[in-house]
């Protein structure tokens, strides 16, 4: 054993006012190191002891976290909410490394042809596609129990979306710091990705996990196309433009605003997946 | 050694759920068509055949899915309102027909997932809880083992165990004994009549050994309708006079097996000197299937 829980962790501990992550530590540590355990006898009454032990005798069978999930905690986000987080039906390690593996060609096609177009339409569509699959029945195997609990419907949404828009732009950000030469060009995905996740949701409210961004990617591309039409080889499409990132961000407002009006929607009724209701 | 449970067949007692014409149509299928049940404490079961829309009736009340029509109040709260769909979720334990695992998880991280779906957000008794749930379910040994090596047996009491996080009111358990064997149906049964102790359940299922082993009631749903509501002796007492043996298939019976003793079983208008049998629930089941008018017994 390398440590020991402080003297004045120990007392705190033995009145029951240590605080997490401390007390974790303190918990996980006393169930392996006696030294600790009898320290702790010496220093609590009967009672507190035996609340203690219930507190400790709890924790052995408490969920393992993750890294990620450390981390959260320590930042200050809830435990529950730190284990909604980390339990983004999407953030599995497949996906991630599809994702990367996608990314990582797409950089090589862009270093490759010099078009940073492949890039920038490529990568508004990954936190879309991640946002829709990690809230529905067909990638999150416990939706049904979800949708009948009592946790706010809109409320899992925005931590899930949290959850993958952040590791989506993280992998976007690092993709772009593989294309130096394109200078802030090479962030023109950040605009519309928000645009086209922030549609994308306010239209699952209406539409559904599938249809929905369905829809919008399907928009999306067909507005790269449109734009390419109108301009020679090399030039910036429209979209990539100062006045088409304005209009991502409009577009990314106004559909935040009709996502928060359209909040309570997600418990009212699920988000489709399952179209024959099930006639068993 | 497992005993079976006995169903408790006395009074019903006041009405915790009442629905009145719920109807829900898929494209051009009337999943539910008008219908209107009354639940009490204890355990009541629905009957009917696949695609009987036993499921979505159950979803429906579950409230995973509004119906088209129709109302229904649960332990007082109207779930047709926001807040009476918060106050009911609050009280609702459920059981879906195929509950989802994130199978990484261990028995104990799934249950508190599911707790803190259910808002048990403070972790020192959220643990207990879980504790406590596992306990009840009789697998605190298993606690820590990932679902994915548990067998079927001990999942759905892993699923049951999280219905039952937070002391629900209400239990909504979805064909729960399917793909069980023997000895681990018996001991689910054992589990749902504790679990009935006190609580308004609803099982649904297509055995009616469940039901004459722990229901006080039954429900029969056909085609989206209910077709017969009472207790399981008023089911059975629907085939007195109605189930006969003879030595070949009798052509007018409306359903006719041959039996281990070689003679065959047959139910509906039996022909004048007919050996008459003593009925069972799976005939009066049966016969209210075949049935067109819907029949509530008192």
């Known amino acids: 054993m390398t440590w020991h829980v402080a003297d004045e962790d120990l007392r705190a501990y033995a009145h029951g006012e240590l605080a997490p992550p401390l007390l974790w530590s303190a918990d996980t540590h006393l169930t392996g190191c006696a030294t600790c355990r009898a320290r702790l006898a010496d220093t609590t009454d009967p009672v507190a002891l035996d609340a203690g032990w219930e507190r400790l005798d709890a924790e052995l069978d408490a969920p393992r976290q993750g890294l990620l999930e450390r981390l959260l905690v320590r930042l200050g986000v809830a435990d529950h909410t730190a284990r909604l987080l980390t339990a983004t039906p ?76 952040t590791a989506g732009l993280a992998f976007n950000g690092l993709a772009t ?80 605003l009709l996502l928060y009006q359209a909040r309570d929607r997600f418990d009212a009724r699920p988000m489709g997946g399952f179209a024959n209701g099930g006639t068993a | 050694m497992t005993t079976a449970p006995t169903a408790s067949t006395g009074p019903t007692g006041p009405a915790t759920l009442t629905a009145t014409d719920l109807a829900l149509r898929f494209g051009g299928t009337r999943a539910l068509d008008g219908v209107s049940l009354r639940l009490t404490r204890g355990v009541t079961g629905l009957l009917g055949p696949n695609g009987a829309g036993k499921t979505t009736l159950l979803r429906v ?62 972790r020192g008794a959220r643990h207990r809880e879980v504790r406590r749930v596992l306990e009840a379910v009789d697998l605190s040994q298993v ?104 030595t070949e298939r009798d052509p007018n019976a409306l359903a006719g097996w041959r039996t281990g003793t070689g003679s065959f079983r047959n139910i509906g208008d039996p022909p004048t000197g007919a050996e008459l049998l003593e009925p069972t629930l799976e005939d009066g089941y049966l016969l209210a299937l075949d049935g067109e008018n819907t029949e509530v017994a008192a």
């Open chain 1, 90 to 165: 999407v953030l599995r390690r497949s996906w991630l490394l599809s994702v990367l593996f996608l990314l990582v060609m797409t950089v090589l096609a862009v270093r490759v042809a010099d078009r940073p177009a492949l890039f920038l339409a490529l990568a508004p569509l990954l936190p879309l596609a991640g946002v829709a699959l990690s809230y529905g029945p067909s990638l999150d195997p416990t939706y049904e129990m979800a949708v009948v609990a009592p946790v706010h419907g809109f409320r899992l949404l925005m931590i899930r979306t949290v959850a993958v828009l």
């Open chain 2, 61 to 122: 009340l579950a409230t995973a899915v509004p119906p088209d029509g129709g109302e229904f109040t649960a332990l007082g709260h109207d779930p047709g309102t926001a807040s009476g769909r918060l106050a009911l979720r609050r009280t609702l334990g459920y059981l879906p027909q195929t509950p989802g695992f994130q199978p990484e998880f261990t028995a104990f991280e799934f249950v508190d997932y599911v707790a803190i779906l259910k808002e048990l957000t403070d």
């Open chain 2, 143 to 246: 606690r820590g083992t990932r679902i994915k090596r548990l067998s079927g047996g001990m999942r759905q009491r892993v699923a049951l165990a999280a219905a039952l996080v937070d002391d629900p009111g209400f239990l909504v358990l979805d064909e729960p004994t399917v793909g069980l064997d023997p000895e681990q149906r018996m001991r689910f049964r054992e589990l749902i009549a504790q679990a009935g102790e006190g609580r308004t359940v609803l099982l649904s299922t297509h055995q009616t050994e469940d039901v004459a082993m722990l229901c006080h009631r039954v429900v029969v749903l056909a085609q989206g309708r209910v077709r017969f509501e009472g207790t399981p002796a008023e089911l059975t007492a629907r085939a007195a006079g109605r189930v006969w043996s003879s």
């Open chain 1, 177 to 256: 710091l593989a294309l130096p030469g394109y200078g802030l060009l090479a962030l023109a995905w950040l605009l519309p990705a928000l645009a086209l996740t922030a549609t994308g949701l306010a239209l699952t409210a209406r539409l559904g996990p599938v249809v929905a961004p369905a829809l919008v990617g399907g928009a999306w591309v067909t507005l790269l196309v449109v734009a390419k039409s109108q301009v020679h080889a090399h030039d910036t499409l429209a979209p990539f433009t100062a006045a088409g990132q304005s209009a991502a961000a409009a577009v990314a407002v106004l559909a935040a």
